[in-house]
């Protein structure tokens, strides 16, 4: 694939993984793209790199274009190694160049690489010219580490973001219209969920600070660039960083040992569904839990069920809700059930969890001895219908 153009004398210069399926506990079943940007003026400009297994593919893009010993400046918009891990073997080559980062940036690079590059250090607002182009630097903290920060060029209207509007997808096309919007929505959606989510406060005031921007071209630093559906992914963002759900959307996620638990989340199911609930079912067997947060981000109401096992829940269970606790998505409505023999913790701790969310919790959880009878089930799916009319009330 060849280097493409943004705009005269701007060009996408990244790499492609097509290989890349879990990025750091979070499955990437489309694998991901690395971008990095050259801009030719009178100084010629970097931003950002690549992974570190994939320089020589940037690098290669870069020398199609220009003989890389005159790149003035390389711009680090964020520390983690997806971005600058090819930046030694960069500054091996052109070690005269400036790396332009926030003071956040300089220190995050100086303890990955143990390297003094030629730093200079910018505070959000502050601009550069590079000749016919200006680029400005906006600081975004947490979204979602410390040291990002945003590059805007205003003559050219595009705004290199960053982590900001990214997704996860391994594709030679490199803009929005090119591609299907069901499927950029998702993987940017998952990328939110899985990664920017515990920051919404922090995203909330960044699209404050970049609203009065004018914008054209948002390139991200993973997946492709948006040019013809910026509203549509601005509109997403703003409900995700909300908190916004789907108002009668319900997620029951579960595992089961013998099939009492599977039982009742069926049964719960249908309750649910009399109620005029849209209801989706993840069993966490069979769906990692990088991709049940996908669901987690749009579902107002979220239904857990576990058996208990050795006092406790299983570790399907614990796992996702560890995970989910870092990832802090809030108001949610929240149930719990389940099985047990004799014990029957796993239901407590479950609504434990939930209570340190801060959802609510309007009906007690059930939990059912062995395996549920008929009748049982019943009450089981009445409880379900219940929850759905909650949804409808509010209360």
């Not at 993984?17 to 100084?43: C, M, P, V």
Request: glycine share 10%; aromatic share 8%.
């Amino acid at each position: 694939m060849d280097k493409v153009e943004l705009s005269k004398g701007i060009h996408w210069v990244g790499a492609i993984d097509w290989n890349l399926s879990n990025f750091h506990g979070y499955l990437t079943q489309r694998g991901s793209t690395y971008n990095a940007y050259l801009i030719q003026d009178e100084k010629t400009v970097l931003i950002d790199t690549v992974k570190a297994n994939m320089f020589d593919e940037m690098w290669a893009r870069v020398k199609e274009l220009v003989d890389p010993k005159k790149i003035d400046i390389v711009v680090s918009n964020h520390v983690e190694m997806d971005h600058s891990g090819a930046l030694p073997m960069v500054m091996e080559r052109i070690p005269h160049a400036k790396v332009i980062t926030s003071s956040n940036g300089e220190k995050g690079l100086k303890r990955h690489f143990k390297k003094d590059f030629n730093f200079q250090v910018v505070k959000s607002g502050d601009g550069i010219s590079i000749g016919k182009r200006t680029l400005k630097f906006f600081n975004t903290p947490m979204v979602h580490w410390p040291d990002n920060m945003v590059t805007y060029c205003p003559e050219e209207k595009i705004l290199f973001s960053n982590d900001a509007f990214g997704q996860h997808i391994a594709t030679t096309t490199r803009y929005d219209d090119e591609n299907s919007w069901d499927i950029l929505r998702e993987e940017a959606g998952k990328y939110y969920a899985n990664i920017v989510l515990p920051y919404s406060d922090q995203v909330q005031t960044a699209l404050g600070a970049l609203g009065g921007l004018d914008i054209k071209l948002i390139a991200p630093s993973h997946g492709i660039m948006w040019r013809g559906m910026i509203p549509r992914i601005l509109g997403e963002y703003k409900k995700w960083c909300t908190n916004e759900t789907v108002p009668n959307k319900v997620l029951i996620v579960y595992d089961t040992m013998w099939s009492s638990t599977e039982r009742m989340a069926m049964a719960l199911r249908e309750g649910l569904l009399d109620a005029g609930a849209d209801v989706v079912v993840r069993n966490l067997k069979h769906r990692h839990i990088s991709d049940i947060m996908t669901d987690v981000l749009t579902s107002r109401m979220i239904v857990l069920g576990c058996p208990t096992l050795n006092n406790g829940m299983l570790p399907t269970m614990g796992a996702f809700l560890t995970y989910i606790k870092g990832l802090r998505p809030k108001r949610r409505i929240g149930f719990a059930f389940g099985s047990y023999g004799w014990g029957g913790q796993s239901v407590g701790e479950m609504e434990e969890v939930m209570k340190g969310l801060g959802w609510e919790l309007p009906i007690e959880g059930i939990k059912l001895k062995f395996i549920p009878d008929d009748e049982e089930l019943v009450s089981v799916r009445a409880t379900g219908k219940k929850l759905g009319e909650t949804l409808k009330t509010g209360k």
